[in-house]
């Protein structure tokens, strides 16, 4: 069934995925004349090896996309966008470059790691991508990163794995965003978000925390700042009634421990039918969060193109 | 922009959202022959009200269903079903009885409310049902109820409210069911239960928890019981890699304090360009968990009968 | 399976189709802001009986419509149109108005009946639209109109029925509407037109004529007229690979007799599983195209209405 | 805006339309099992060169079509099928698999070419596919395909070219195909034959011949025939109300005359702003119907594919 589309106007296809010989994605509804080269995602892709300086990296062919319709003379066209590519990143920086059209910037990064979490300030959104592209855990805190490292290669030693948590902030959305009944913008958020493999919560504002919370603690009262109406406090996470509210939206997602551990585990023998033990051999990177990093700004990006699209359609 | 229509094959389309004369349901595809009459929606609707004797409930205008089209001689035509009604659950009960036909059962109860947890024993959804019926904050652990019923006189006194979790089991889920790409089970219950207003997280399994777990912990290792093939443990929580494997699908969400509270708070007065106070008057609940269970359970059901739809069709 | 849905941003969905307690139509999908009361929609219902006195005829329960929703002081709000009817031209209504906005016109008439054909000069719609509504037969050119009535009249007698051809007229259509792929204008319009009921065939512009032409008749050759660029003849009929052209788009639609005729017929005797002769008794209207004057012209409005929506999508 | 997908469940998303680098196919919803090889598309591609040795035939890179994904073992797996081709045809021939598979067989031929139409006495499908098969012009009617040889060498020294008809049958198609409201059979077949380039007219049955018939003519009647029942004649075109009756479906379009054209016409020179004439260089085929033959069946057979899994859709 029908499975491999996602958005409404903006509109990806995917197809090949991790099995066949190639993998793609037509990506349908991006408006035309919106500048684009196969450089804009090329960079995106590249941020996968966090940490490494780059021109040192051989590139491979699975590292390349390659862009078969939809730009021509470094503008898209309007028609879809076919891509030859092994990673799904591709289709999130076209969605970056339309917003940045529009004035929005996302960024994400690792804030738990093992049990470890960063003290993140708010800091403007160039310094915070600066921080987190400094070291391979793209943790903003430079000594929870540490910390982190070192819990990293403990466990690698031990043959685990360690889950933790992804922060994702989308600054300069237009309040407005979002759909009142089903396509509310924290629910496609949400479902984007939880499509990522490995990730079992999400979380939008004050999240899972707001179970504890009194309303006179959750609500986040209107203030007057220099002339202008702001919200003090953002447990809402930039998203009230599922339409944007204009504040940062803040959405956290938990990432489970990588699955394929060297450590002996409990199965079953298939072929005996009887309880057994199982030791999964080779190299096995012991935390997928700062690798989500790049993926779960795609998603979030991809969505909020989808409803930028959307809420311009909806007026005469 | 067309959002007011929501699933794929199973697809409900509403109009009148709160604020219209009336408010409407018009429901697509839900295959001929199933029977259903207004009874079973009406069940569903009179849920809204936990603990009370339905008997002596009177019924206003409001809370009756009325269903206008799709239905002949109690069974659907395949056509679709259009019903005039104040509560969305409608479209949950006709999803509710396509899953019975298929042997799917859906439970939702509150297990955590104002920071007291309710130890919940894994009994059969039957009596976890009656339980839940039995008191008016919908927890299915009796003694939780009582100090969750203290803790929220305490709270509605102080002009104040609480937060909560509501857990959702769905039982009896064939496995595969889910699309491996966008479509994942676990996206789309993600979304459905995001979409509720209140709702600032969702989790699936271990949910947050597994944040802070290691790869051999958060494993749910495979065992032979009774000469079957099953799994040690739900961490999963009856989804891996977005298809549901025949385990419980289990998800939880948090549910923030109502915002409409007695007690005073910071505003801006729009008239005057200053900071305010605002009490607002009337009758609040402090408390939204023990409401969402019949709309959680709607929503959770509404995904799996859709995804039941698609998996048939998948098959040749 | 979800067939009760049309358009892909001015999209509608209808319920309750002839046997239902009530017929409905959900519109959604159309911008916030446009000028719209039920007496839009009305006067478009009342075209339903030709060349009679409007203020004479008295207005029965299922003539009336209903709007339920999406509409607030006389302008839409963006949200769905919910409509309670008996005639489906409603929202057509609607994607008149839409187009008005956009200086669009929309206009159908009667061009043969029992092989009597119209001569129809090209004429200012507004002139056409009034030669139309002066008389039953809906058709423009009042000679033809009377001869077709004399036709009709016999063929009544005879307890038979006629068939004919409907011309629908758009004018103000911006070239570059349509999609060069799937959802071509003349495909999208071939669709909705061969939806009404008794349409057995569609043809744009030249049509069927095109099969017996020679390219150079068939061509439309550029010329300069008062400076600027325009189209010497209109063979495409306002279509050129699917895009319009910014022309007339011209169609025309082939309507069967009516099938329930008062003559002597063929058929089976289920029962008795035998060769029998049926003959069907009650006033049977006994041609189709005057009532299909105002449905065919809806139709075509939609998908008009739509195409707009879609082309103002496309760019930045 | 998204116009690049075609059918419901049986979906198509193709990109790079003739201008970009490749042209490719994404087939979404084709259930899994179905057995599938290159060889199955290429037989269909190979068909545009009729009448010649198949065997002589060097075939170019741009004939060949490469299946990227969605193939395991010679079997569809359920998930995408990703081709890259220079002909849309490819599509079509996953859908023919797929009906065979269902015991319904599409065939389409030339009936009229410069005025020349050919006699086509009721044969079986395979007898039909061998005639057209055996001369240039795919007309299964020798000695007309003979007149329009003729005519056709004539056209083309004068530097002109011939419109002409293709009629497309559809026999073992269950009844009771089709949605009753938007999508009817005969609205998505009206859509899908005017998607193709060049046509300008779409007929179902008696087409555009009904608007001259009374309905005693037009009428199928009823009749017993070896103990079933079965319908005498079929103006209907195997189609009622949007629906399949189970009689063969015969669908006819009009094909307008080339209009790359070598005689001299009037157009406009854009740099003088003034008429001017054009002569076009280079060889044209004379005649598009004869290429549009495995064209429309595939279209044909799209839309069967896409209701016939609907059907199964909508039954519990």
């Given at each position: 069934?029908?499975?491999?589309s996602?958005?409404?106007?903006?509109?990806?296809?995917?197809w090949g995925?991790?099995?066949?010989?190639?993998?793609?994605?037509?990506?349908?509804?991006?408006?035309?004349?919106?500048?684009?080269?196969e450089y804009?995602?090329?960079?995106?892709?590249?941020?996968?090896?966090?940490?490494q300086?780059?021109?040192?990296?051989?590139r491979?062919?699975?590292?390349?996309?390659e862009?078969?319709s939809?730009?021509f003379?470094?503008?898209?066209?309007?028609?879809?966008?076919?891509?030859?590519i092994?990673?799904?990143?591709?289709?999130?920086?076209?969605a970056?470059?339309?917003?940045?059209?529009?004035?929005?910037?996302?960024?994400?990064?690792?804030?738990?790691?093992?049990?470890?979490k960063?003290?993140?300030?708010?800091?403007?959104?160039?310094?915070?991508?600066?921080?987190?592209?400094?070291?391979?855990?793209?943790?903003?805190?430079?000594?929870?990163?540490?910390?982190?490292?070192?819990?990293?290669d403990?466990v690698?030693?031990?043959?685990?794995?360690?889950?933790?948590?992804?922060?994702?902030?989308?600054?300069?959305?237009?309040?407005?965003?979002?759909?009142?009944?089903?396509?509310k913008?924290d629910a496609?958020?949400?479902?984007a978000?939880?499509?990522?493999?490995?990730?079992k919560?999400?979380?939008i504002?004050?999240?899972?925390?707001?179970?504890?919370?009194?309303?006179?603690?959750?609500?986040?009262?209107?203030?007057m700042?220099?002339?202008?109406?702001?919200f003090?406090?953002?447990?809402?996470?930039?998203?009230?009634?599922?339409?944007s509210?204009?504040?940062?939206?803040?959405?956290?997602?938990a990432?489970?421990?990588?699955?394929?551990?060297?450590?002996?585990?409990?199965?079953?023998?298939?072929?005996?039918?009887?309880?057994?033990?199982?030791?999964?051999?080779?190299?096995?990177?012991?935390?997928?969060?700062?690798?989500?990093?790049?993926?779960?700004?795609?998603?979030?990006a991809i969505?909020?193109?989808?409803?930028?699209?959307?809420?311009?359609?909806?007026?005469?």
């Amino acid at each position: 069934m029908p499975g491999s589309s996602f958005g409404t106007l903006f509109r990806i296809t995917t197809w090949g995925e991790s099995h066949g010989r190639a993998v793609g994605v037509v990506l349908d509804g991006c408006p035309a004349e919106l500048a684009l080269t196969e450089y804009d995602i090329q960079k995106e892709l590249d941020r996968r090896r966090p940490g490494q300086s780059r021109a040192s990296t051989q590139r491979t062919e699975a590292d390349r996309v390659e862009i078969l319709s939809g730009i021509f003379e470094g503008k898209t066209t309007g028609t879809p966008i076919s891509m030859l590519i092994w990673n799904r990143v591709a289709a999130g920086a076209v969605a970056k470059k339309l917003l940045q059209h529009f004035g929005v910037e996302v960024a994400a990064f690792v804030t738990e790691l093992g049990g470890i979490k960063s003290r993140t300030d708010s800091v403007d959104l160039a310094e915070l991508r600066a921080r987190v592209e400094a070291n391979p855990i793209r943790c903003p805190d430079p000594n929870a990163a540490m910390r982190m490292m070192e819990q990293l290669d403990l466990v690698r030693q031990e043959g685990d794995s360690l889950g933790g948590m992804v922060t994702i902030i989308a600054r300069g959305v237009p309040p407005g965003l979002g759909d009142p009944v089903f396509d509310k913008l924290d629910a496609d958020l949400a479902k984007a978000l939880m499509s990522l493999g490995a990730v079992k919560a999400v979380e939008i504002g004050a999240g899972i925390g707001c179970a504890g919370m009194r309303g006179s603690e959750m609500n986040d009262p209107l203030r007057m700042e220099g002339g202008k109406i702001g919200f003090e406090g953002n447990n809402a996470g930039g998203i009230l009634g599922g339409i944007s509210t204009g504040m940062d939206i803040v959405c956290r997602i938990a990432v489970k421990p990588t699955p394929s551990i060297a450590k002996k585990q409990h199965t079953v023998d298939l072929a005996a039918g009887m309880d057994a033990e199982i030791e999964i051999k080779g190299r096995h990177d012991p935390a997928i969060p700062p690798r989500m990093v790049p993926v779960a700004e795609a998603m979030v990006a991809i969505v909020l193109a989808d409803h930028l699209l959307r809420q311009r359609m909806s007026r005469l």
